[in-house]
């Protein structure tokens, strides 16, 4: 059973969703105000947040800023913003989904399940990955660099997993965003740009004197062995 958190004012939308969402075998928690839900994500850790951006004290891209300073639970923005550029900037800003306002329970359902398969990674055998000093566990979801843990978000270790399972293989930005973020592409692909940037800094390395990560101008990106001949 899955925890879920709803940060939602609208009444009319808050009630049936907390019902649907609850017969489909969630544990669903809601909040109505966003420094509520702030104060509800980090007491009660639900698994995944459901965040509405129209709240009435602040911002839901506000609080979802707030949340990122502090949190890597899972985030799907649900509003009637419908702008591609504020899709974008939610995304950019650590939204995991967006769904537009009037969407169904089912839908958001299904949204909620592939995001928590992707925070949690697939059971299984998924085998340890190492490129160099890299170490990446997918079962544990923890990865290393010459030893020292890295602290990533869901979104951070699911690009450099997918990177990682392709060592030396150029990756397009439509495949990360079809693959890792499950979104089409197409105007988005600054997503891609600011998430490999974070990325890079937590591994040390920037874009001007990369070790792993090579950008390929115009095709995508390479995760390499540090010193491999290119």
């Known amino acids: 059973m899955a925890r879920l958190l709803l940060i939602e004012d609208d009444l009319t939308i808050r009630t049936p969703l ?3 969402l609850r017969e489909r075998g969630h544990a669903v928690a809601a909040a109505s105000t966003a420094l509520d839900g702030l104060r509800d994500a980090l007491d009660d850790r639900p698994d995944l947040v459901v965040l509405d951006l129209g709240l009435p004290d602040v911002d839901g891209g506000e609080l979802l800023r707030m949340l990122r300073a502090v949190s890597s639970v899972p985030v799907i923005v649900a509003t009637a913003r419908d702008d591609d550029a504020e899709i ?3 995304l950019d800003a650590g939204a995991d989904d967006y769904l537009v306002k009037p969407f169904t329970a089912a839908q958001l359902d299904a949204r909620a399940r592939a995001v928590l398969r992707r925070s949690a990674g697939a059971p299984g055998t998924d085998p340890v990955l190492v490129v160099g000093g890299l170490r990446i566990d997918p079962r544990a979801r923890q990865v290393t660099l010459d030893g020292t843990p890295v602290e990533l978000t ?3 270790f699911d690009l450099l997993h997918h990177l990682a399972g392709r060592p030396g293989q150029v990756v397009t930005k439509r495949e990360l965003l079809t693959e890792v973020w499950r979104i089409p592409y ?3 692909d600054k997503t891609v740009d600011v998430h490999l940037s974070w990325l890079r800094r937590k591994l040390g390395e920037s874009a001007q004197d990369p070790r792993y990560l090579h950008t390929v101008r115009g095709v995508g990106v ?7 001949a290119r």
């Open 154 to 156: 869901p979104r951070e």
């Open 88 to 90: 974008v900037r939610m």
């Open 186 to 188: 197409g105007g988005a």
């Open 18 to 20: 907390l019902r649907a």
């Open 222 to 228: 390479r995760l390499d062995t540090p010193g491999s």
